[in-house]
């Protein structure tokens, strides 16, 4: 195998810059920047968001769906699309019309060995 064909695997902090958690994980990332944790000294790598902090994790909502997609879509392009009023009897013709005539068959089974 070659040498020095692979990074360096070490202990890294991960700081999130949000919350301001640090996790030690082991990791090949290169960084320049260092810190102080738990009386020892580790490179350390600033993330803007962690477990900690990622709303998912909290069970912080900051988004809120009220309406759904469909709803939204209807009532955006509602105004926009005047319908123009059917009459009754058109509707009861179309409806009769779109209904397909469906033949039921017997399924015969096989007989069991």
Same mark, same amino acid.
């Given at each position: 195998?070659? !040498?020095?064909?692979?990074?360096? +695997?070490?202990? /890294?902090?991960?700081?999130?810059? *949000? %919350?301001?958690?640090?996790?030690?994980? =082991?990791?090949?990332?290169?960084?320049?920047?260092?810190? !102080?944790?738990?009386?020892?000294? +580790?490179?350390? /790598?600033?993330?803007?968001?962690? *477990? %900690?902090?990622?709303?998912?994790?909290? =069970?912080?909502?900051?988004?809120?769906?009220?309406?759904?997609?469909?709803?939204?879509?209807?009532?955006?392009?509602?105004?926009?699309?005047?319908s123009k009023?059917?009459?009754k009897e058109?509707?009861?013709?179309?409806?009769?019309?779109?209904?397909p005539s469906?033949?039921?068959?017997?399924?015969?089974?096989?007989?069991?060995?």
């Amino acid at each position: 195998m070659k !040498e020095n064909s692979h990074p360096e +695997y070490r202990d /890294v902090c991960f700081v999130d810059m *949000s %919350s301001g958690k640090k996790y030690i994980c =082991g990791s090949a990332v290169e960084t320049s920047q260092t810190v !102080e944790h738990e009386g020892k000294t +580790y490179p350390s /790598v600033n993330v803007s968001i962690s *477990s %900690s902090s990622h709303p998912f994790f909290t =069970g912080d909502s900051t988004f809120v769906d009220t309406e759904g997609r469909v709803d939204k879509f209807k009532k955006r392009y509602a105004a926009k699309a005047p319908s123009k009023p059917v009459a009754k009897e058109a509707k009861d013709e179309k409806k009769e019309e779109k209904k397909p005539s469906v033949k039921k068959t017997a399924v015969k089974k096989a007989p069991k060995k």
